[in-house]
């Protein structure tokens, strides 16, 4: 577990102070992917489900609320998979798919 992210449910704050937003992309992309896979599985049970995430970045508070609904399921396909294809984990890409098609085929 990174000791510099609090996870709570579908909540994530970073603690480093990150000093841009480039940098911030590229070093909580993976934590912040995951979790939103968290959440599309939450929308098997609900309408909409939101990701929260807070972090420093260039000295400044950053806080961001990520909403998504079953509208928004292009999300998984056209950038989480991407990811983690690049990434070289398939198990995680086999799982999106599954999430996927169970919320497709809802």
């Known amino acids: 577990m990174d000791k510099n992210l609090i996870i709570s449910g579908l909540t994530l704050k970073f603690k480093t102070v990150y000093d841009d937003y480039g940098t911030f992309m590229e070093e909580t992309r ?43 399921l292009d999300i998984l396909t056209d950038v989480i998979i991407p990811y983690f294809e690049d990434r070289e984990e398939y198990e995680i890409c086999a799982d999106v798919m599954k999430t996927h098609s169970e919320l497709v085929g809802q």
């Not at 993976?30 to 970045?57: C, G, H, M, Q, W």
């Open 30 to 72: 993976d934590p912040i992917y995951r979790t939103i896979l968290k959440a599309f599985k939450k929308l098997k049970e609900r309408d909409k489900v939101s990701v929260n995430v807070y972090a420093l970045v260039e000295k400044l508070e950053f806080e961001s609320e990520l909403e998504f609904t079953k509208e928004n």
